[in-house]
């Protein structure tokens, strides 16, 4: 019975003790799945999704919506496919865009995307969008463009001037833009709600990293926030239905290969430390 007992304990006990080595190997291993064997992923749409895609959808040639990619290198993977499709819906419009930065090491990286999108379009800078650039406190920054973009932003990215663009002509606050899409890393997000949309009246929509959505879904429930992109299905559930495949969407057998192993690892934990708790008599 001893023999019997240690025997038991034995294998609850190798649950728990598992080399974390092991567990780097499988999540390879599982990462490596989708690259060599290629599979899709049924992606369902959510209404907070499809809120946003309907809102652009709706959007009438000149109208204009502002843009802000508000995250930087750290966040790309979730949040430049959001980026690349609300700027390809709106330019297949031929909507107008502001587009605007937040974050200290996005702007760079928002004029590569913002580029390379407008010259498959056929779109010109100053005519069919402007691209304002970064400045710092983002708080501060949403209030003033509240006033004028030009307080702000005097001059676009490039250094020209704001007057002399002629798409700015007659753009001069958010009551001049159809929406504000923030797309965002960290906490601009909180400040586009609070000044943005409470003081300003304009509506705004969020695209957020996986890990900050369930901070949103409040605002969204109390249509403080009218859509919400969240991480890469949010992104994935957009290109779904722009019937487009795009990163986002060839990123989700990745995402979905991984959690799956996630979820056996932590089933295999709590196996493990429930039949312990048993053998040792603290769980009936």
């Given at each position: 019975m001893a023999e019997a007992g240690r025997q038991e304990r034995r294998w609850f006990d190798r649950?728990?003790?598992?080399?974390r080595r092991w567990i780097y190997l499988l999540m390879a291993l599982g990462v490596l799945v989708p690259a060599i064997f290629g599979f899709a992923v049924p992606v369902s749409v959510s209404s907070e999704v499809r809120s946003v895609h309907e809102f652009v959808e709706g959007l009438e040639p000149g109208d204009v919506i502002l843009l802000a990619i508000d995250y930087d290198p750290s966040t790309l993977a979730e949040l430049h496919p959001m980026a690349e499709a609300i700027l390809s819906q709106t330019f297949e419009h031929d909507a107008r865009v502001i587009v605007t930065s937040l974050s200290q090491f996005g702007p760079a990286m928002a004029d590569e995307l913002i580029t390379r999108v407008a010259r498959a379009r056929g779109k010109r800078s100053g005519v069919d969008y402007t691209f304002l650039g970064y400045k710092p406190y983002p708080a501060i920054t949403i209030l003033a463009m509240g006033t004028d973009f030009r307080v702000p932003f005097p001059t676009d990215y490039y250094g020209t001037p704001v007057d002399?663009?002629?798409?700015?002509?007659?753009?001069?606050?958010?009551?001049?833009?159809?929406?504000?899409?923030?797309l965002a890393g960290g906490n601009s997000a909180d400040f586009w709600i609070q000044y943005g949309?409470?003081?300003?009246?304009?509506?705004?929509?969020?695209?957020?990293?996986?890990?900050?959505?369930?901070?949103?879904?409040?605002?969204?429930?109390?249509?403080?926030?009218?859509g919400l992109l969240p991480g890469v299905k949010g992104a994935a559930e957009y290109e779904e239905l722009m019937d487009s495949l795009g990163d986002a969407s060839r990123g989700m057998p990745y995402q979905m290969t991984s959690h799956l192993l996630i979820i056996v690892a932590m089933i295999v934990a709590n196996v493990g430390y429930i039949a312990r708790r048993r053998a040792l008599g603290t769980v009936r």
């Open positions: 649950l728990l003790t598992i080399d002399e663009i002629p798409m700015m002509e007659d753009l001069h606050n958010y009551s001049d833009v159809e929406c504000v899409i923030s949309n409470a003081k300003y009246g304009v509506p705004v929509a969020l695209g957020v990293t996986g890990v900050m959505a369930s901070d949103y879904y409040p605002f969204l429930q109390s249509e403080q926030i009218f």
